[in-house]
């Protein structure tokens, strides 16, 4: 297995700010948005994002979790039954901005599914997309992210890994080419 660091932690904490001023750029204050993260994973970029853009706009920023089990389009193809995870969204978003934000961006199935499962919970005035990672090659679905960690180009046999300093105990991202 051959390893390759693609986000130091010194870069990830670059990426992560430079993010949360292109969200600034498009929504201000986030008075009239709300970020929600995909469970599991893309939960832990929102948490930073929040403590980030807090600490920028020096005012609280709506967030939420998402979980989209039951929302896959192979849920009943599989052999063994999924878990879901916990879906926390305690705020209306009729009529707000959402930014849907995930961890890794691949095939698109699993943000179709979560714009599915967000609908749920009412019909915002718009909705955009984070992706921390953006594996570009291999979208299955015509789906784009409109902010973008990084992006990159990955074989389907690849996978990427990207830890957290609260629960791997350093920020980095990984490829792992079998
Ligand atoms: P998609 O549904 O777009 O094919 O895949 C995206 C989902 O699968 C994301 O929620 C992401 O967590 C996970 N995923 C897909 N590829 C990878 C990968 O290489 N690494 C990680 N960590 N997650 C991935
Ligand atoms: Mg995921």
Redesign the pocket.
């Known amino acids: 297995m051959e390893t390759q660091v693609i986000l130091n932690s010194r870069h990830f904490d670059l990426t992560l700010k430079r993010l949360c001023h292109q969200l600034i750029e498009n929504h201000g204050d986030f008075s009239g948005t709300v970020l929600i993260g ?1 469970q599991p ?2 939960v832990n970029v929102v948490t930073r994002l929040k403590l980030l853009l807090e600490e920028i706009l020096d005012k609280p920023v709506q967030c939420g979790s998402l979980d989209i089990t039951f929302y896959r389009d192979d849920f009943r193809r599989r052999e063994r039954p999924l878990i879901p995870s916990a879906t926390n969204i305690d705020f209306v978003i009729e009529k707000k901005k959402v930014v849907l934000v ?10 179709r599914a979560g714009l599915d499962a967000m609908l749920a919970f009412g019909r915002p005035s718009g909705v955009e997309l984070l992706a921390f ?1 953006d ?1 570009r090659f291999k979208r ?1 679905l015509p789906i784009q992210a409109d902010y973008v960690g990084k992006a990159v180009d ?1 074989l389907s046999e ?5 830890e957290w300093q609260e629960i791997e105990g350093e920020d980095k991202v990984v490829l792992f080419t079998p």
């Open positions: 995909l994973r893309g995930d961890d890794v961006l691949f095939t698109g199935r699993t943000i990672i594996r299955e990955t690849e996978r990427v890994s990207v």
